[in-house]
C-alpha cells in the first residue's frame, strides 16, 4: 500500500465540500462514495487508527492514519463512519461526522 503524507495545518477546515460532491456528482452517486469509504475502513482499516478519506476531484478513495489529523490541532471525538473529504485544489478538507 503506498503511503502518503498530507500536512492538515496548511488546509483549511470547511463545510462545503460535500455539498459540492452532491452537486458533482448527484447524491446518490455521492452517498455511494461515502458508503464505499464507510466499508474500506471496515474492511481495511484499523479502528481508531485510520480514517477514509475521498478525494473530491476524482471520488477516489484511501485509508489515512487518523494520527495526521491529531498532531494538527484537529481534536475530535472519532467515530468508525466518519468520512474525511479533501480537495487539494481548493487546499480544504470537511469531515462528515455523521456520514450514512
Given amino acids: 500500500m503506498k503511503s502518503i503524507e498530507i ?5 483549511k477546515p470547511v463545510n462545503f465540500l ?6 458533482h456528482y448527484g447524491f446518490e452517486r455521492a452517498k455511494n ?5 464507510i466499508d474500506l475502513q471496515r474492511m481495511n482499516g484499523k479502528r481508531n487508527i485510520t ?3 475521498i478525494f473530491s476531484g ?3 478513495l484511501a485509508l489515512i492514519p487518523i494520527n495526521l489529523l491529531k498532531k494538527n490541532d484537529f481534536k475530535r471525538t472519532f467515530k468508525d463512519t466518519q468520512v474525511l473529504i479533501f480537495n487539494l485544489k481548493k487546499k480544504s478538507f470537511q469531515i462528515l461526522k455523521e456520514a450514512c
Avoid: H, N, R
Fill in 7 to 11: 500536512e492538515f495545518s496548511k488546509y
Fill in 18 to 23: 460535500w455539498s459540492e460532491l452532491i452537486e
Fill in 33 to 37: 462514495i461515502v458508503s464505499q469509504a
Fill in 51 to 53: 480514517m477514509p478519506i
Fill in 58 to 60: 476524482t471520488g477516489g
